[in-house]
């Protein structure tokens, strides 16, 4: 009987399906986002690699930051998404020097040449496939649009990469000011390169053979040119790789083991159950038990209001506070009481 290997991948923002054979040969392979839909959205995939392969028998892990849950639930064992890249590479590039990898909310850079050194920023999804997407959406676009812009740019701007925020505080500007499309495409891209070279790296070289992997640097050719240049990659450094999108669900199942095997039809008939799977985050309480908890708190918080004075009938001293944020401008007209006299807020 042939036995199979299958390695799934739950990131933030996709879910990653790859079954192998004995020889370590893909024979079922999809990228699907999952829209926060991860039940039915793995459901389809399952469902798909059953309809092609039929009801094969097979080793399998998971990763991935969804990965752990549904790990806990139907008895897959779950191997950490960097350990997971580690792996595929020493099976299928093991000439890579470094490896780069995007996420849809981390970043990843791995150093192999002189000793194992594995990085990751799973905290923030500044410089990720997140921030691409929504700093796409101030160009009223989607991610490969911006890609296809980025191909005509001319001029290239600073823009922050760490916060979506300080991004938007750049290129509004930048937009008002009439900077074409293609280049503020590029300066978000040229952005990523710096929060990741900056953030991971943290001044250690990126040298010698470099790898690209995860799903923004697999499709998106313009954010990899913009990585080749500012590394300054010779063409023989850089290793294109096909799959490079899958590398997390392909070492998960080269790491996945034959002691215990399943079926797409038992898998499938676990996930058609009733419960509900939802990502690994701590939740808190909530911040009101009941109406009566949210009533009392109004009321609590309603006895401190600044009071409030006519500018135009006030005489004395006044004091001016001004607090110029990211996205808004506040002004605040005191009187010596303290009352308040003016207050301005626009964005």
Known sequence: MKIYKTGIDIGSTTIKLVV??????????????????????LLSLMRSAEKQLGDISFGAMITGSGGLSISDWIGIPFIQEVVAVSDAIDHIIPQTDVAIEIGGEDAKIIYIAGGLEQ???????????????????LLQTDAMGLNELAKQHKVIYPIAARCGVFAKSDIQPL???????????????????????SGLACGKPIKGRVAFLGGPLHFLTELKARFVDVLDLKPDEIIDTENSHLFAALGAAFSSKEDKLFTFDKLIANLEGKKHIT?????LEPLFKDRADYDAFRERHSRAVVGKGS???????VFLGIDSGSTTSKLALIGEDGSLLYSFYAG
């Open 20 to 41: 192998t054979d004995e020889g370590g040969n893909i024979v079922f392979k999809d990228y699907q986002r999952h829209l926060s839909n991860i039940q039915e959205t």
């Open 279 to 283: 990502m690994e985050i701590t939740r």
């Open 311 to 317: 500018l135009a009938e006030y005489k004395g001293n």
């Open 119 to 137: 990085r990751m920023n799973g905290i923030c999804a500044g410089g990720t496939g997140s921030f691409i997407d929504q700093m796409a959406s």
């Open 175 to 197: 937009i008002n000011e009439g900077a074409s499309k293609a280049d503020l495409a590029v300066s978000i891209f040229h952005a990523v390169v710096n929060q990741t070279i």
